[in-house]
């Protein structure tokens, strides 16, 4: 019974990413939107939504921190400079 449970907990593990949220579905759908300092932010907060907000931001952050260390900007100046190239880049509505 073990061996049974264990293979349907692993089943389920490998199975989770694949029903994942991804940044472009999170847009089209409207739960998330990019705000004008560079990050987004949950408009339908769900643990699914905040833990793509969270990995999201926190990346989009050491990006920011890695550019403004480039360019002797702060870290809010790289990401408010960053937002109108991000909404360029996803399409109207989104």
């Known amino acids: ?4 449970l264990m293979i ?6 490998i199975a989770l990413p694949a029903f ?4 472009h579905t999170a847009r089209t759908s ?7 300092d560079g990050y987004i932010v949950a408009r339908k907060p769900t643990a699914e939504v905040n833990a793509l907000v969270s990995e999201v931001n926190a990346k989009r952050r050491a ?10 900007q702060t870290v809010e100046v790289v990401g ?3 937002a109108p190239q991000i909404a360029k880049s996803i399409a109207a509505g989104n």
């Open 30 to 36: 409207g739960v998330v939107a990019e705000t004008p």
């Open 1 to 4: 019974m073990k061996k049974h």
């Open 63 to 72: 990006e920011y921190e890695r550019i403004s260390k480039q360019n002797g």
């Open 20 to 23: 994942a949220l991804d940044l």
């Open 80 to 82: 408010k400079l960053a």
């Open 8 to 13: 349907a907990a692993l089943t389920a593990l």
